[in-house]
């Protein structure tokens, strides 16, 4: 067996690379260049004549079709704004949970997949991800979404595809009352949209003002914890899930004039220990239900029967979706529901 | 290399070429692929008659020369023709083409890594590549950075998170012995400091948290014609460099001793393929996100059916990750009808009892040949 590499064998090699490399780039670049003519060859479906632009909530500025027939609204929370403004009729596909469960549980009826008049057979998205090939099968003109959907999602229907896509997130309350008035406008159902706009200012101002006479009264904000999810005691890491700053959750407790003890945390939804709880001592403790939760699941939590809040009855549970889904049940029936519970006999 | 490798390389039990039998097994992958290819466009969410999806690509190749109502005889509204138009040319075929791609990259880079490392449980993710990608991806679902452009932001971050692992373990370990040991401990060391990055930002913004597990979970759904020829060329090329390096690694089995004193400088070698290696598997990660399994077991399967030779192993690797991702794909949108499910879900749930019955049969097969 020779040791002595022959001269020649480094330098053809070399060489040999060097032509693979350069073949392989222009095959690249030559199949890139097919794809990309494919791509702009392809019929993307011709701008409606009446369209209107819009930006949502995201700063995006979309050119949509005025009062389109063949909607996709992919978050329940949209489904719920389009189901109160009448717009029913205009929805082509939803979410899974807006078609199994009407939204990630029921808003305001036991049996709201009946109500919204919905079937699996519209759902195209479960959680963030998109079904594009049952989207497309609809032939929607437009899709309303939350920041749920992917961004490489939002970009493959509005580029590929030449679909609209709205994206409709408020951060805050009187931003849902914003994004019913652009639904409004855009399905030229201003009517219904000035009257639910109306019911929705109504409810935000009559919290205001119930804070207001509080204030004035000297009357002092209860302290409370607002939790939405459990981890049962004995787990790595027990303890229950609350909401933080820069939430709704803490913004209805706000306006439900009450202080939340994890509003100062430094994060958005802080897990809360049993000893965190105990020390902090809420005056009232509300529990998210719905979508498979209960009490029996938060009383598994650490500390639950020591806290004070549980020992006098001033545990109780409300619909997560009162408190999580930013949409007008959120105000007409959530933030009621929060001040009948920590004012008893204040009217509203 | 020199003809003393090629010698040492000939006399290796690693390069023994196939026997016939070995060889109809490849022929048997070669065949089961090209069938693979020309079912995966038949299956999707939406049910298209066959004979209609193959009307339909002839007529997007031609440009409308032939079949130019591809459509008629199944369907008489035009939206839905476009529909179906945009599901087959638009959605299932760059959805084929790029799992084909994936698939291949990570293949290839499993085979590469395992035979650098000489470690039958190398794969792409061991030095941390996945959580670099990870990383990057969650710069754009959790702050929502260049929101706007995020079909070139979110590949470009994946990227270059993924590279970036790469890089910095070679960087680490440069000063170092650069032996094997520490390069893998660098990998997993880096691992777990970026999976720890990668948690902390999550905690921060919960739906963000939600998109980066699915993104986690891999996925070839986001395919477009231009991301496929992205894809395509370099992983082409990373993927055509590691295999011209087939003897080499054949002569690194033997060891560190026998390829140093041979000629071959096992250092400098190892970190142009760990480079190639990240690099390839970068650009799989940047438009699948993170599919696990396929790296690991495309290699072992090449082995255990064809041969252990690197100039075989590397090729075919390509070859057989590419129709395992395509596979898993198909399952992954035929499963739970209507559901199009994460790719990565699969690729674990039917790899792993292949992978299982496959060493189980070679076991008993060895044990029955030592008796």
């Known amino acids: 067996m020779s040791l002595n590499p022959p001269s020649t064998g480094p330098a053809r090699s070399i060489s040999f690379a060097w032509f693979a490399v350069a073949v392989l780039v222009a095959a690249g670049a030559a199949v890139a260049a097919t794809a990309a003519y494919f791509e702009i060859r392809q019929n993307h479906p011709s701008a409606s004549a009446t369209t209107m632009s819009l930006t949502d909530d995201v700063g995006r500025t979309v050119n949509v079709p005025v009062n389109p027939s063949r909607v996709a609204v992919l978050s329940p929370s949209i489904m719920d704004s389009m189901y109160r403004l009448g717009l029913r009729s205009h929805v082509v596909a939803v979410d899974c949970y807006s078609a199994a469960f009407g939204g990630l549980s029921a808003d305001y009826s036991s049996d709201q997949v009946s109500l919204w008049n919905l079937s699996s057979s519209m759902c195209v998205q479960v959680g963030p991800t998109l079904n594009v090939e049952q989207l497309l099968a609809v032939s929607p003109q437009l899709v309303l979404a939350s920041t749920i959907i992917s961004v490489a999602d939002v970009e493959e229907i509005s ?120 020390a902090a001592r809420p005056q009232f403790i509300v529990y998210g239900t719905g979508f498979g ?37 959120m105000i007409l029936d959530g933030l009621p529901a929060l001040l009948a519970l920590f004012h008893p006999g204040v009217p509203v | 290399m020199s003809a003393a490798a090629d010698a040492v390389d000939a006399a290796s039990p690693h390069s023994r070429p196939p026997h016939p039998g070995r060889w109809r097994s490849a022929l048997a992958i070669t065949l089961l692929g090209v069938a693979l290819v020309l079912l995966s466009p038949l299956v999707g969410s939406v049910p298209i008659p066959p004979t209609e999806v193959f009307r339909i690509i002839l007529h997007q190749l031609s440009g409308g020369a032939v079949y130019a109502q591809p459509c008629a005889g199944v369907t008489d509204s035009a939206p839905l023709c476009s529909a179906y138009v945009e599901i087959v040319w638009d959605e299932r075929l ?10 291949a990259a990570l293949g290839i880079s499993g085979a590469t890594l395992q035979g650098v490392f000489r470690n039958p449980l190398a794969d792409p993710y061991l030095l941390g590549l996945s959580s670099g990608g990870a990383l990057g991806a969650a710069f754009v679902y959790v702050f929502r950075i260049g929101e706007a452009e995020a ?30 040991e520490t390069l893998l401990l660098t990998g997993v060391a880096l691992a777990s400091f970026l999976s720890a990055t990668l948690t ?172």
């Not at chain 1, 229950?240 to 209805?252: K, N, V």
């Not at chain 2, 932001?153 to 032996?179: D, K, N, Q, T, Y």
């Open chain 1, 159 to 278: 580029t590929t595809y030449g679909i609209p896509v709205l994206i409709l997130q408020p951060t805050t309350l009187s931003g849902i009352v914003l994004d019913v008035d652009l639904l409004g406008s855009l399905f030229h159902a201003s009517a219904s949209a000035s009257l639910l706009s109306a019911d929705l200012a109504l409810g935000l101002g009559n919290a205001t003002r119930v804070a207001q006479n509080l204030t004035n009264a000297g009357t002092p904000f209860p302290t409370v914890m607002v939790t939405y999810s459990p981890v049962a005691a004995g787990s790595p890491s027990p303890g229950y899930y609350s909401f933080g700053p820069g939430t709704f959750g803490t913004s209805l407790i706000e306006l439900a004039s009450a202080t939340s003890i994890s509003a100062n945390s430094t994060l958005p939804y802080p897990e809360l220990s049993g000893s965190a709880v105990l």
């Open chain 1, 293 to 329: 939760l209960g009490l029996p699941d938060y009383a598994q939590g650490p500390d639950w029967s020591s806290f004070a809040a549980v020992q006098s009855g001033r545990a109780i549970g409300l619909n997560s979706n009162f408190l999580t889904e930013p949409d007008p049940t």
């Open chain 2, 94 to 103: 760059p959805v084929l083409l790029l799992a084909l791609l994936a698939g």
């Open chain 2, 151 to 180: 079909s070139l932001v979110l590949p470009v971050l994946a990227f270059a998170g993924s590279l970036g692992a790469g890089v910095a373990i070679l960087l680490a370990a440069r000063g170092r012995s650069g032996s094997v």
């Open chain 2, 200 to 371: 902390i930002v999550l905690l921060y913004n919960p739906t963000g948290s939600l998109q980066v597990s699915f993104w986690l979970l891999g996925g070839v759904g986001g395919a477009t014609w231009n991301r496929d020829g992205v894809a395509f060329g370099g992983i082409l090329i990373a993927s055509t460099l590691l295999v011209l390096h087939g003897r080499e690694l054949n002569v690194m089995q033997l060891g560190n001793d026998v390829a140093q004193s041979i000629g071959v400088p096992t250092a400098r070698l190892r970190q142009r393929l760990i480079l190639l290696a990240s690099l390839v598997t970068a650009m799989a990660v940047a438009f699948t996100g993170v599919v696990g399994f396929v790296g690991l077991v495309a290699p072992h399967i090449v082995r255990r059916t064809v041969s252990s030779d690197y100039r075989v192993v590397l090729p075919l690797s390509a070859m057989t990750g590419g129709l395992f991702l395509l596979a898993a794909n198909d399952l992954a949108v035929t499963v739970l009808p209507g559901t199009q499910l994460p790719v990565g879900i699969f690729t674990s749930f039917a790899g792993a009892p292949f992978f299982l019955t496959l060493l189980y049969r070679r076991r008993q097969a060895s044990t029955m040949g030592d008796s």
